[in-house]
């Protein structure tokens, strides 16, 4: 099969597996890295091969944007596009139509909405989205869904809704994964009995993953994990489970320890481009003038190119908003979060995950220094 999962260990519910792509196996659990536009921000293709980044996030709605899916398909596809040879996964699009953009009109067919970018009127539907994400060439793209807020019953009822009819749709334009794998997408918000009745439903779709959406979205953590409690014992074992838009280190610790397999988020290089750094004692922001004179790389445990430059030079780089800052900070923070994975996925293997969770949560929340 061009597409197989396998699951090599399991400590309690975290599991350590196997993705297979037509580019590239992936070890998981696994955190991917986003590049929105086709470029994860600051930091070239060959570096997150150094990295050994294993799977990376584009976005449809912004490919579809500028500078066309079209233009990509004709370009070769996204793998040839931005020069990255390992696995691509794509979103349905859904998540920034409802985010970013000005909405004229959600129907039971699709979105009527005006790019962010000029205004033009377009239109995003679930046959449209598997179309964008056939030309774009992902191995792993994503069924077109409605991300509503997570505490509103009403609203998040008639998303599931919506959402199940769209994944049928997408299923009928995407029938065949041999080249591209379709995950579905669970919705519900944080209400136990709509999460249970959308795994179930999605479970149900004969497909290669499934996605956890809808989280990370404004809710409390206590809250998203009791989601994750709700959700993931509805879904197949034998499938990966994508958390999306999730990529705190404690996070990906808890979701792991439950049974996600896949994780993302644009937070290394968001936090990078506000001048903060992921260390083991907690996130640390290097605009403050304690590090002015610290010698000190970022996190004496990583040895990335960033590593050989002191926290009191990367300091100055910020402070004097240099380029140089957001690429070497980014550079540091998904390789943070890479080596984290790693050291999870061990854990599995080695059957003591709770043990790592045990020493690694206190230390790292003691000390975090959040941004907004």
């Not at 191995?139 to 009403?154: K, L, S, V």
């Not at 001048?275 to 290097?286: E, P, S, V, Y």
Request: charged residues 25%; glycine residues 8%; proline residues 6%.
């Amino acid at each position: 099969m061009t597409f197989d999962f396998e699951i090599i260990a399991a400590d309690g519910n975290a599991r350590a597996g196997i993705l297979h792509t037509p580019h590239g196996d992936i070890p998981t659990p696994v955190f991917a890295p986003v590049g929105t536009a086709g470029t994860v921000k600051a930091v070239p293709p060959r570096d997150l091969k150094s990295l050994d980044v294993k799977l990376i996030l584009s976005n449809t709605y912004h490919l579809l944007l500028r500078p066309g899916d079209d233009l990509v398909r004709d370009l070769g596809g996204l793998h040839r596009f931005m020069n990255w040879e390992g696995p691509i996964l794509t979103d349905s699009g859904g998540f920034q139509v409802f985010s970013l953009a000005q909405i004229n009109k959600i129907d039971d067919d699709g979105v009527t909405f005006r790019s962010h970018l000029d205004g033009s009127v377009m239109r995003l539907d679930p046959k449209r989205s598997m179309e964008i994400q056939q030309n774009l060439g992902a191995d792993i793209i994503m069924a077109f869904d409605q991300c509503p807020p997570p505490t509103d019953r009403d609203e998040v009822s008639a998303a599931v809704e919506r959402t199940h009819r769209w994944l049928a749709q997408c299923r009928e334009a995407h029938p065949d994964d041999d080249e591209q794998a379709l995950f579905g997408i669970v919705q519900g918000g944080v209400f136990p009995d709509l999460r249970e009745k959308s795994a179930r439903f999605v479970s149900e779709m004969d497909l290669k993953g499934h996605a956890i959406g809808g989280l990370a979205v404004g809710e409390t953590k206590e809250a998203m994990y009791a989601t994750l409690d709700d959700t993931l014992p509805c879904l197949p074992d034998h499938k990966p489970r994508y958390l999306m838009g999730v990529g705190e280190p404690d996070d990906l610790v808890e979701g792991a320890m439950r049974g996600v397999d896949i994780f993302d988020c644009v937070i290394p290089t968001r936090l990078a481009r506000h001048g903060a750094a992921f260390t083991r004692d907690g996130r640390i922001n290097l605009r403050n003038a304690s590090f002015k004179r610290d010698e000190a790389p970022i996190d004496e445990s990583l040895h990335n190119y960033a590593s050989g430059f002191s926290r009191a030079y990367l300091r100055h780089l910020v402070v004097a908003k240099e380029l140089l800052a957001h690429y070497l900070l980014s550079l540091h923070n998904i390789d943070f979060l890479t080596r984290h994975m790693e050291t999870m996925r061990q854990a599995i293997i080695d059957g003591n995950l709770r043990d790592f969770a045990a020493q690694f949560l206190p230390r790292y929340l003691r000390r975090d220094l959040s941004i907004e």
